[in-house]
DNA sequence: AACGAAGCGGAACGATGTTCCAAGTATATG
DNA sequence: CATATACTTGGAACATCGTTCCGCTTCGTT
């Protein structure tokens, strides 16, 4: 009924923060349990039984839910960790890569996360608590990383101006959500023609300062 | 493998069609079914259990897989039920009201239809064999009521005749889709928009017949 | 009325999410 | 190093579902 019986923080445990000191082999079973996740969402689906899961990191049932009192917090915990690499994949393809390949190579990388969420997407819109704030950490994570690459990129006179970063996102995810099974580097070459476009009106903008 | 040992026909029950006399006692639990049904999805969803639906009917579970073998199947079979209504309120409407009139009625009372099976939605592309059929039969069913209204209001002249059914069928279901709970006739109002736009380019066809 | 077949009900089965607690183990403390 | 204590664990057990099965009931016919 009331919204105080949350937890305010979101309450997502991370491999990465150690809130309280969390107990050694509680610790190594956490990343198990999210390792062996990944693997299992991948290979099964999102509706994977959780004993299977359980099974392939190696601890009891009773142990996942010690960690993830729902399945839906499995779920969600997975899909932020995986938010998380895609968008930690971003400084680093910009430090490896020039602006617009690094641009490119992430929004390949973005694409292919996406794709592999399809699934996902009824349950985000379902109403359960547990999805609730994934979508604000959705764009909260991802909204910055690309609009950094954007910036360089655009900075560096290689594309346009005026594309928000956010429309971006939501077209590739578009893109994404139409693929077909029977034309696995469509989308590939959709977002490929998305950058294409960023590149085109390169020169249209005037009010540029300095 | 091969689609040789999948019925040819489709093979989806129906209290209108009696193929093979089937037992007054049968027919009659069949109809308390699939009433019990629809009410049913409407207060609980699409994922309420069987045995609520065969409680609420009267009936045993037994009898329920009897004359549903599976639990996607009684929803195909509600899910068919729903878009003949829909289908069927069209002539209906048509014969009552003015064309204008009865085009607006009808796309308001299809919107209504499809925001209830926003949950359907993902079942429906989740290629789950028993609603392979029932995008085609949408579309059978729905586009040519929607055409034969739209028709009348543009022989009528207060339409334009640029506007292809099965557009206008799909971007309703999309406007159905976004609507948000905190706003009931958010919905509503974007239909009669439509139907304003509808009426703003009446003028520019000059090819019409008779 | 009697018979055969169609239909019915619900116990039972297997899978799955979730709870619970006795037993085990890491860590702090002496 | 030994001990105490609280944190963790494993998996049996429970609840809920979809689905199957089969003995019994009821309808339609002769």
């Not at 991948?42 to 960690?67: F, M, Q």
Request: a negative charge; aromatic letters at 6%; hydrophobic letters at 40%.
């Amino acid at each position: 009924m009331n919204a105080e019986t949350k937890n305010p923080d979101g309450g997502l445990e991370s491999q990465d923060l150690k809130d309280r000191h969390l107990r050694a082999d509680a610790q190594r079973n956490l990343d198990a349990l999210l390792q062996a996740a990944v693997e299992v969402f991948e290979t099964s689906g999102v509706d994977a039984p959780v004993r299977e899961i359980a099974e392939k990191a190696g601890v009891g049932i009773g142990t996942v839910y010690r960690h993830f009192p729902k399945r839906s917090d499995l779920i969600a915990a997975v899909f932020r960790h995986e938010i998380d690499a895609c968008a930690d994949a971003a400084p680093r393809l910009a430090a490896k890569h020039e602006p617009v390949e690094a641009l490119t190579r992430w929004m390949q990388r973005y694409a292919a996360f996406i794709a592999t969420k399809r699934q996902l997407a009824p349950a985000l819109h379902s109403g359960d608590v547990a999805y609730e704030s994934l979508s604000a950490y959705f764009l909260q994570r991802l909204k910055p990383a690309l609009q950094t690459l954007l910036e360089s990129a655009a900075a560096a006179g290689e594309i346009r101006t005026d594309v928000d970063s956010k429309d971006l996102l939501s077209a590739i995810a578009s893109l994404c959500m139409s693929a077909h099974d029977d034309r696995p580097d469509h989308t590939r070459r959709m977002v490929a023609l998305l950058v294409d476009g960023l590149r085109y009106g390169r020169r249209s903008s005037q009010d540029a300062p300095s």
